[in-house]
């Protein structure tokens, strides 16, 4: 069973940085990409940013290019988003997802991000 939990979510002030892990379980994700997506309070979730298994990465949000940095660890299973100058609109549930059983990244809306963790709050407010 494929498992995914993220964490380093927080509370933070505008201007900050914080760094979202997210570690996988029951598959071997050196050969998967993966992608980290938020949820807004009222609002529909859209995809942030991905990294095929080859470390390519791609950025599905335009305020995310030049804040946002995804990347891999295989050998921790784990993949990591660092936020820097974060805004108040950056506050949402943060998740990450496997599109299983793709190498690369499909776009955001692909059917086949079916692998999902249960989200990390974050909050950014003076």
């Known amino acids: 069973q494929v498992q995914l939990v993220e964490s380093g979510g927080g509370l933070v002030q505008p201007g900050q940085s914080l760094r979202l892990s997210c570690t996988v379980s029951?598959?071997?994700?050196?050969?998967?990409?993966i992608g980290w997506f938020r949820q807004a309070p009222g609002k529909e979730r859209e995809g942030i940013s991905c990294?095929?298994?080859?470390?390519?990465?791609?950025y599905y949000l335009d305020s995310a290019k030049g804040r946002f940095t995804i990347s891999r660890d295989n050998d921790k299973s784990t993949v990591y988003l660092q936020m820097n100058s974060l805004k108040s609109e950056d506050t949402a549930v943060y998740y990450c997802?496997?599109?299983?059983?793709?190498?690369?990244?499909?776009?955001?809306?692909?059917?086949?991000?079916?692998?999902w963790g249960q989200g990390t709050q974050v909050t950014v407010s003076p």
């Open positions: 997802a496997v599109p299983l059983p793709l190498e690369r990244c499909p776009p955001a809306d692909s059917s086949a991000y079916t692998a």
């Open positions: 990294i095929s298994y080859d470390f390519a990465g791609t």
């Open positions: 029951g598959l071997r994700l050196r050969y998967y990409a």
